[in-house]
């Protein structure tokens, strides 16, 4: 994604750099379209290749997740609720403070969860919980439930692959450009959607 190459970067600067991705992708908004998926998958896999241990890996990227959703959720509770109930101010207004309270109230709890498997939306989803006035400990706990199955699930897929298949190392490239796809899937479905909603 975004022309990054994810093995070279894993293999270039391996444990600190999956870190710096994951809270950078879970908390901050410049981190929206980084590769977490493929990026942890990637790092699964070279760690069936001895390049890195997979437990440290594994420990590393679930606080980097549990961390950077914790930042989003502060960024929008602390920021959120000023730059909303500006009129006009990027075309945004109150109205958007009141949906996002709703919605969570509602959905919260299943939402952090499964934002953790959609690129772009995991991004966002913490900022709107905090915009949105979502307690704080309903907020860690699923968080961490998301981010547990997410930052432990993925790196794990790319071990098993690549201590399974013979000369996997072969394969990395293509099945990561596929996982990238996958990835793109929801977040353009949901937009498709939002469009026929909206017409």
Do not use: C
């Given at each position: 994604?975004?022309?990054?190459?994810?093995?070279?970067?894993?293999r270039?600067f391996?444990?600190?750099?999956?870190a710096?991705?994951v809270?950078t992708e879970?908390?901050?908004?410049?981190?929206?379209?980084?590769?977490?998926?493929?990026?942890?998958?990637?790092?699964?896999?070279?760690?069936?290749?001895?390049?890195?241990?997979?437990?440290?890996?594994?420990?590393?990227?679930?606080?980097?997740?549990?961390?950077?959703?914790?930042?989003?959720?502060?960024?929008?509770?602390?920021?959120?609720?000023?730059?909303?109930?500006?009129?006009?101010?990027?075309?945004?207004?109150?109205?958007?403070?009141?949906r996002a309270?709703?919605?969570?109230?509602?959905?919260?709890?299943?939402?952090?969860?499964?934002?953790?498997?959609?690129p772009?939306?995991?991004?966002?989803?913490?900022?709107l919980?905090?915009?949105?006035?979502?307690?704080?400990?309903?907020?860690?706990?699923?968080?961490?439930?998301?981010?547990?199955?997410?930052?432990?699930?993925?790196p794990?897929?790319?071990f098993?692959?690549?201590?399974?298949v013979?000369?996997?190392d072969?394969?990395?490239?293509?099945i990561?450009?596929?996982?990238?796809?996958?990835?793109?899937?929801?977040?353009?479905?949901?937009?498709?959607?939002s469009?026929?909603?909206?017409?």
């Amino acid at each position: 994604m975004l022309g990054i190459d994810i093995v070279s970067i894993v293999r270039t600067f391996g444990y600190i750099g999956v870190a710096a991705i994951v809270f950078t992708e879970s908390g901050l908004l410049i981190g929206a379209f980084f590769p977490g998926d493929s990026l942890l998958f990637t790092a699964g896999f070279l760690a069936s290749q001895n390049q890195l241990h997979i437990i440290p890996l594994i420990f590393i990227a679930f606080i980097a997740a549990v961390l950077g959703d914790n930042v989003g959720y502060w960024l929008g509770k602390r920021f959120g609720p000023s730059v909303f109930t500006r009129n006009n101010h990027l075309l945004l207004d109150q109205a958007h403070i009141a949906r996002a309270e709703r919605y969570y109230e509602e959905h919260g709890p299943v939402t952090i969860v499964l934002a953790r498997f959609m690129p772009v939306i995991r991004t966002i989803a913490p900022v709107l919980a905090g915009v949105g006035s979502m307690k704080w400990r309903i907020f860690f706990t699923y968080n961490i439930v998301g981010a547990l199955l997410w930052a432990v699930g993925v790196p794990l897929i790319g071990f098993w692959l690549g201590s399974s298949v013979p000369n996997a190392d072969k394969y990395i490239i293509p099945i990561v450009i596929v996982i990238m796809g996958l990835s793109a899937v929801p977040p353009f479905y949901r937009y498709i959607q939002s469009r026929r909603t909206k017409i």
